[in-house]
């Protein structure tokens, strides 16, 4: 259903210093990074597709967040939302919700919610129920 999600950014270097980490740490491998466009993807390592790209706007325009739009990334149990987290606040993210339980949504959502760099919203989260 996804190709693809673009966030735009703007310092590449600063970006690519808070992507890199997260996605390693969700189990993306890079598919390209080309630091000249400036740009860079992230794929699952069993599919080609979707991808998560960053990048400068290619309208050349600053970029710039809009109120209500969010990108959700899977991580594989609550340790690794857990973990996403850590590392996203880590390397320059800013808190927009610890990771927990939100049963507003479904029973076992397990998610953690916070801003990238440049003010992009993100979600790690889990579907499944606690291992045990």
Request: one cysteine or more.
């Amino acid at each position: 259903m996804i190709s693809h999600v673009f966030l735009g950014i703007s310092d590449f270097e600063r970006a690519y210093a808070f992507y890199a980490p997260l996605a390693a740490e969700l189990g993306l491998s890079l598919k390209f990074c080309d630091p000249n466009k400036p740009w860079a993807a992230w794929m699952l390592p069993t599919a080609p597709r979707p991808l998560l790209v960053i990048g400068a706007p290619f309208d050349g325009q600053p970029s710039q967040t809009g109120n209500g739009q969010m990108l959700a990334l899977l991580a594989n149990d609550r340790e690794g939302v857990r973990n996403a987290y850590a590392v996203a606040l880590a390397h320059g993210g800013t808190d927009e919700g610890p990771p927990g339980l939100r049963p507003q949504y479904h029973a076992d959502f397990y998610g953690a919610y916070f801003r990238d760099p440049d003010g992009n919203k993100l979600c790690v989260c889990c579907h499944e129920a606690e291992a045990g």
